[in-house]
Protein backbone atom coordinates (compact mmCIF):
# COMPACT_ATOMS: atom_id res chain seq x y z
CA UNK A 1 0.00 0.00 0.00
CA UNK A 2 2.60 2.13 0.80
CA UNK A 3 4.59 1.26 -1.78
CA UNK A 4 2.46 1.56 -4.43
CA UNK A 5 1.06 5.08 -3.12
CA UNK A 6 4.76 6.11 -3.28
CA UNK A 7 5.12 4.45 -7.04
CA UNK A 8 2.08 6.21 -8.36
CA UNK A 9 3.36 9.57 -6.47
CA UNK A 10 6.64 8.98 -8.27
CA UNK A 11 4.66 8.33 -11.52
CA UNK A 12 2.23 11.11 -11.29
CA UNK A 13 5.16 13.32 -10.60
CA UNK A 14 7.20 11.91 -13.35
CA UNK A 15 3.95 12.66 -15.52
CA UNK A 16 4.09 16.32 -14.55
CA UNK A 17 7.80 16.81 -15.61
CA UNK A 18 7.16 15.20 -18.85
CA UNK A 19 4.25 17.32 -19.45
CA UNK A 20 5.49 20.48 -18.39
CA UNK A 21 8.69 20.05 -20.48
CA UNK A 22 6.44 19.55 -23.52
CA UNK A 23 4.71 22.60 -22.61
CA UNK A 24 7.95 24.61 -22.74
CA UNK A 25 9.27 23.40 -25.82
CA UNK A 26 5.93 24.21 -27.30
CA UNK A 27 5.94 27.77 -26.09
CA UNK A 28 9.64 28.51 -26.81
CA UNK A 29 9.23 26.93 -30.25
CA UNK A 30 7.40 29.85 -32.00
CA UNK A 31 8.51 32.14 -28.92
CA UNK A 32 12.68 32.32 -29.05
CA UNK A 33 13.08 33.33 -33.12
CA UNK A 34 11.16 36.60 -32.26
CA UNK A 35 13.47 36.66 -28.89
CA UNK A 36 16.69 36.61 -30.96
CA UNK A 37 15.29 39.23 -33.16
CA UNK A 38 14.70 41.66 -30.42
CA UNK A 39 18.41 40.66 -28.75
CA UNK A 40 20.19 40.84 -32.40
CA UNK A 41 18.48 41.62 -35.50
CA UNK A 42 22.00 41.30 -37.29
CA UNK A 43 22.24 37.70 -36.23
CA UNK A 44 18.72 36.17 -37.62
CA UNK A 45 20.37 33.17 -39.17
CA UNK A 46 21.71 32.07 -36.32
CA UNK A 47 18.53 32.63 -34.16
CA UNK A 48 16.32 31.00 -36.28
CA UNK A 49 18.50 27.84 -36.94
CA UNK A 50 18.77 25.10 -34.11
CA UNK A 51 22.17 26.47 -33.39
CA UNK A 52 20.41 29.07 -31.88
CA UNK A 53 18.37 26.96 -29.49
CA UNK A 54 22.11 25.35 -28.70
CA UNK A 55 23.40 29.13 -28.03
CA UNK A 56 20.35 30.15 -25.89
CA UNK A 57 20.90 26.90 -23.61
CA UNK A 58 24.37 26.95 -23.09
CA UNK A 59 24.55 30.43 -22.35
CA UNK A 60 21.14 29.87 -19.64
CA UNK A 61 23.28 26.30 -18.40
CA UNK A 62 26.54 28.25 -17.89
CA UNK A 63 24.67 29.74 -14.55
CA UNK A 64 23.29 26.07 -13.41
CA UNK A 65 25.37 23.79 -11.12
CA UNK A 66 26.75 20.31 -13.16
CA UNK A 67 24.60 17.27 -13.69
CA UNK A 68 20.99 18.96 -13.97
CA UNK A 69 21.37 18.46 -17.73
CA UNK A 70 21.10 15.20 -20.15
CA UNK A 71 22.48 17.16 -23.21
CA UNK A 72 24.66 20.50 -22.58
CA UNK A 73 26.68 22.46 -25.86
CA UNK A 74 25.57 19.62 -28.09
CA UNK A 75 26.95 16.69 -26.06
CA UNK A 76 24.23 14.31 -25.29
CA UNK A 77 24.68 11.15 -22.54
CA UNK A 78 23.45 8.66 -23.84
CA UNK A 79 22.64 5.09 -21.61
CA UNK A 80 23.20 2.43 -24.14
CA UNK A 81 21.20 -1.33 -23.88
CA UNK A 82 24.33 -3.63 -21.82
CA UNK A 83 24.39 -7.66 -20.48
CA UNK A 84 23.06 -7.50 -16.83
CA UNK A 85 25.22 -6.38 -14.24
CA UNK A 86 27.04 -4.28 -16.77
CA UNK A 87 26.70 -0.12 -17.28
CA UNK A 88 27.47 1.02 -20.35
CA UNK A 89 26.81 4.50 -22.33
CA UNK A 90 28.49 6.98 -25.15
CA UNK A 91 28.37 10.56 -25.02
CA UNK A 92 27.36 11.75 -28.37
CA UNK A 93 28.86 15.38 -29.52
CA UNK A 94 27.42 18.06 -31.36
CA UNK A 95 28.59 16.19 -34.82
CA UNK A 96 25.93 13.65 -32.83
CA UNK A 97 28.37 10.96 -33.06
CA UNK A 98 29.83 9.29 -30.58
CA UNK A 99 32.55 10.92 -28.80
CA UNK A 100 35.96 8.88 -28.79
CA UNK A 101 38.68 11.45 -27.41
CA UNK A 102 39.19 12.78 -24.46
CA UNK A 103 41.15 14.39 -21.99
CA UNK A 104 42.71 13.11 -18.21
CA UNK A 105 40.82 15.02 -15.45
CA UNK A 106 41.66 13.55 -12.22
CA UNK A 107 43.78 10.78 -13.72
CA UNK A 108 40.59 9.58 -15.55
CA UNK A 109 39.09 10.55 -18.75
CA UNK A 110 35.58 9.48 -17.45
CA UNK A 111 34.25 10.04 -14.09
CA UNK A 112 31.02 8.29 -13.56
CA UNK A 113 29.22 8.97 -10.84
CA UNK A 114 25.71 7.27 -9.20
CA UNK A 115 23.04 8.15 -6.49
CA UNK A 116 19.79 7.12 -5.97
CA UNK A 117 16.94 9.75 -6.38
CA UNK A 118 17.14 9.65 -2.32
CA UNK A 119 20.70 10.36 -2.57
CA UNK A 120 21.44 6.87 -1.17
CA UNK A 121 23.87 4.14 -2.69
CA UNK A 122 26.64 6.74 -3.99
CA UNK A 123 28.92 5.38 -6.53
CA UNK A 124 31.73 6.49 -8.33
CA UNK A 125 33.93 4.55 -10.71
CA UNK A 126 35.64 4.88 -14.16
CA UNK A 127 34.14 3.05 -16.90
CA UNK A 128 36.60 1.58 -20.03
CA UNK A 129 36.52 3.39 -23.33
CA UNK A 130 35.74 1.33 -26.63
CA UNK A 131 36.70 2.68 -29.99
CA UNK A 132 33.38 3.26 -31.14
CA UNK A 133 32.76 5.18 -27.98
CA UNK A 134 31.01 2.92 -25.74
CA UNK A 135 32.03 3.71 -21.75
CA UNK A 136 31.15 -0.10 -19.78
CA UNK A 137 31.67 -0.85 -16.56
CA UNK A 138 30.43 -3.45 -14.00
CA UNK A 139 27.54 -1.60 -13.38
CA UNK A 140 27.06 0.75 -10.01
CA UNK A 141 23.16 0.53 -9.33
CA UNK A 142 23.17 -1.65 -6.35
CA UNK A 143 19.67 -2.52 -6.40
CA UNK A 144 16.12 -1.47 -7.09
CA UNK A 145 15.13 2.83 -7.88
CA UNK A 146 15.51 5.67 -9.89
CA UNK A 147 19.04 6.33 -10.11
CA UNK A 148 20.57 9.48 -11.22
CA UNK A 149 23.98 9.09 -13.47
CA UNK A 150 26.45 11.63 -13.39
CA UNK A 151 28.88 12.03 -16.49
CA UNK A 152 32.12 13.71 -15.39
CA UNK A 153 34.01 14.67 -18.47
CA UNK A 154 36.31 16.70 -20.86
CA UNK A 155 35.78 16.27 -24.53
CA UNK A 156 39.31 17.13 -26.41
CA UNK A 157 38.72 20.60 -27.61
CA UNK A 158 35.76 20.97 -25.40
CA UNK A 159 35.21 22.48 -21.61
CA UNK A 160 34.68 20.28 -19.13
CA UNK A 161 31.26 18.78 -18.70
CA UNK A 162 28.68 16.91 -15.79
CA UNK A 163 25.91 15.68 -17.74
CA UNK A 164 23.13 13.83 -16.24
CA UNK A 165 20.07 11.04 -16.56
CA UNK A 166 18.07 8.91 -14.67
CA UNK A 167 18.44 5.01 -15.01
CA UNK A 168 15.49 3.35 -13.65
CA UNK A 169 16.24 -0.44 -12.30
CA UNK A 170 12.76 -2.33 -11.48
CA UNK A 171 12.04 -3.75 -8.55
CA UNK A 172 10.88 -2.62 -5.03
CA UNK A 173 10.80 0.65 -4.08
CA UNK A 174 12.12 0.97 -0.82
CA UNK A 175 13.20 4.76 -0.29
CA UNK A 176 15.34 6.19 2.82
CA UNK A 177 14.83 9.61 4.50
CA UNK A 178 18.04 11.81 4.35
CA UNK A 179 19.82 11.17 7.09
CA UNK A 180 20.13 13.98 9.46
CA UNK A 181 22.64 16.79 9.48
CA UNK A 182 26.01 15.57 11.34
CA UNK A 183 29.66 16.60 11.81
CA UNK A 184 30.73 13.13 12.29
CA UNK A 185 30.84 9.71 9.85
CA UNK A 186 31.79 6.19 9.95
CA UNK A 187 33.23 4.17 7.24
CA UNK A 188 34.77 0.56 7.64
CA UNK A 189 36.45 1.21 10.48
CA UNK A 190 37.21 4.84 10.21
CA UNK A 191 35.75 7.90 11.44
CA UNK A 192 35.98 11.25 9.67
CA UNK A 193 34.97 14.69 11.25
CA UNK A 194 33.84 17.54 9.12
CA UNK A 195 34.68 21.19 9.49
CA UNK A 196 33.26 23.82 7.96
CA UNK A 197 29.75 24.73 7.17
CA UNK A 198 28.98 25.38 3.45
CA UNK A 199 27.32 29.28 2.51
CA UNK A 200 25.26 29.59 -0.63
CA UNK A 201 26.76 31.54 -3.22
CA UNK A 202 30.43 31.97 -1.81
CA UNK A 203 33.38 29.97 -1.31
CA UNK A 204 33.77 28.14 2.30
CA UNK A 205 36.62 26.12 3.68
CA UNK A 206 35.36 22.45 4.54
CA UNK A 207 37.98 20.35 6.42
CA UNK A 208 37.39 16.65 6.57
CA UNK A 209 39.79 14.71 9.09
CA UNK A 210 40.17 11.04 8.94
CA UNK A 211 41.19 8.54 12.10
CA UNK A 212 41.36 5.42 13.28
CA UNK A 213 41.06 3.60 16.58
CA UNK A 214 41.04 7.02 18.16
CA UNK A 215 44.39 7.98 16.12
CA UNK A 216 44.67 10.69 13.28
CA UNK A 217 45.07 8.81 9.77
CA UNK A 218 48.54 10.60 8.63
CA UNK A 219 49.24 8.08 5.61
CA UNK A 220 46.37 8.74 3.45
CA UNK A 221 47.08 7.22 -0.18
CA UNK A 222 46.58 9.37 -3.33
CA UNK A 223 43.50 9.02 -4.56
CA UNK A 224 43.15 10.18 -8.26
CA UNK A 225 45.94 12.59 -7.78
CA UNK A 226 44.45 14.24 -4.65
CA UNK A 227 44.07 13.04 -0.75
CA UNK A 228 40.19 13.27 -1.18
CA UNK A 229 37.53 13.51 -3.71
CA UNK A 230 34.30 14.96 -2.76
CA UNK A 231 31.07 15.18 -4.94
CA UNK A 232 28.33 17.29 -2.97
CA UNK A 233 24.35 16.84 -4.29
CA UNK A 234 21.88 19.22 -3.55
CA UNK A 235 18.60 16.96 -2.14
CA UNK A 236 15.41 17.63 -4.38
CA UNK A 237 17.04 18.02 -7.81
CA UNK A 238 20.61 16.39 -7.27
CA UNK A 239 22.79 19.11 -8.79
CA UNK A 240 26.25 18.19 -8.72
CA UNK A 241 28.92 20.02 -7.36
CA UNK A 242 32.58 18.18 -7.57
CA UNK A 243 34.53 19.75 -4.97
CA UNK A 244 38.64 19.86 -4.99
CA UNK A 245 40.74 19.83 -2.15
CA UNK A 246 43.50 22.35 -1.41
CA UNK A 247 47.28 21.10 -2.46
CA UNK A 248 48.24 17.62 -4.17
CA UNK A 249 50.19 14.70 -2.90
CA UNK A 250 53.78 15.61 -3.41
CA UNK A 251 53.33 19.62 -3.90
CA UNK A 252 56.08 19.42 -0.52
CA UNK A 253 52.87 21.52 1.10
CA UNK A 254 50.04 19.01 1.65
CA UNK A 255 50.31 16.52 4.51
CA UNK A 256 48.82 13.28 3.78
CA UNK A 257 46.28 13.56 6.21
CA UNK A 258 44.59 13.23 8.65
CA UNK A 259 42.74 16.66 8.05
CA UNK A 260 41.92 17.39 4.01
CA UNK A 261 40.61 20.85 3.10
CA UNK A 262 38.18 21.62 0.28
CA UNK A 263 36.88 24.72 -1.34
CA UNK A 264 33.52 24.22 -1.94
CA UNK A 265 30.85 26.64 -2.99
CA UNK A 266 27.20 25.15 -3.20
CA UNK A 267 24.36 27.15 -5.52
CA UNK A 268 21.49 27.53 -3.14
CA UNK A 269 20.38 27.53 0.55
CA UNK A 270 19.17 23.59 1.26
CA UNK A 271 20.52 20.07 2.32
CA UNK A 272 23.68 18.74 0.54
CA UNK A 273 24.78 14.94 1.19
CA UNK A 274 28.29 15.13 0.78
CA UNK A 275 30.50 11.89 -0.12
CA UNK A 276 34.06 11.73 0.32
CA UNK A 277 36.53 9.19 -1.25
CA UNK A 278 39.29 8.82 0.52
CA UNK A 279 42.70 5.75 -0.03
CA UNK A 280 43.87 4.16 3.00
CA UNK A 281 44.96 0.35 3.16
CA UNK A 282 45.12 0.00 -0.90
CA UNK A 283 40.70 0.65 -0.58
CA UNK A 284 39.29 3.62 -1.19
CA UNK A 285 36.47 4.72 1.19
CA UNK A 286 33.52 6.98 1.27
CA UNK A 287 32.13 8.90 4.13
CA UNK A 288 28.78 10.39 3.87
CA UNK A 289 27.62 13.44 5.69
CA UNK A 290 24.50 15.52 5.17
CA UNK A 291 24.96 19.24 5.58
CA UNK A 292 22.52 22.33 5.81
CA UNK A 293 23.44 25.66 3.92
CA UNK A 294 22.22 28.03 4.72
CA UNK A 295 19.14 29.58 6.68
CA UNK A 296 16.59 26.77 7.07
CA UNK A 297 12.86 27.41 7.60
CA UNK A 298 11.54 23.85 7.26
CA UNK A 299 12.72 20.19 7.93
CA UNK A 300 14.32 17.95 5.21
CA UNK A 301 11.63 17.32 3.51
CA UNK A 302 11.75 13.76 2.80
CA UNK A 303 11.79 13.76 7.04
CA UNK A 304 8.99 10.38 7.12
CA UNK A 305 5.25 11.96 7.68
CA UNK A 306 4.52 9.69 10.51
CA UNK A 307 7.31 11.33 13.05
CA UNK A 308 5.98 13.33 15.38
CA UNK A 309 8.43 13.96 17.86
CA UNK A 310 10.81 16.25 17.64
CA UNK A 311 14.05 14.47 16.55
CA UNK A 312 17.32 15.27 18.40
CA UNK A 313 18.72 17.28 15.03
CA UNK A 314 15.41 19.44 15.12
CA UNK A 315 17.40 22.33 15.97
CA UNK A 316 19.18 22.41 12.48
CA UNK A 317 15.98 22.39 11.04
CA UNK A 318 14.66 25.92 12.85
CA UNK A 319 14.97 29.52 10.98
CA UNK A 320 18.21 31.24 12.48
CA UNK A 321 20.16 27.73 13.46
CA UNK A 322 21.67 27.20 9.55
CA UNK A 323 24.64 28.24 10.41
CA UNK A 324 26.40 27.92 13.72
CU1 LIG B 1 36.48 9.56 -10.93
Known amino acids: MNTATKLSGFALGLAAMFGGAFGIGHLTGPVAPAAETSHDTTDTDHGAGAAGHGDTGATDAAHLPGGLLVSERGYTFQP ?25 AHDKRMHLIVARRDLSGFRHVHPDLADDGTWRVASPLAGPGVWRAFADFTPTGGAALTLGVDVTVPGALATRPLPAPATSATVDGYTVTLAGTPEPGRTSRLTLTVSRDGRPVTDLQPHLGAYGHLVALRQGDLAYLHVHPEGEPGDGRTPAGPAVTFAAEVPSAGAYRLYLDFRHGDTVHTAEFTVLAGDQTAPAPTAPATTTAPTPDAEHGTPGHGHS
Open 80 to 104: VAAPTGEFAFRITGPDGRPVTRYEV
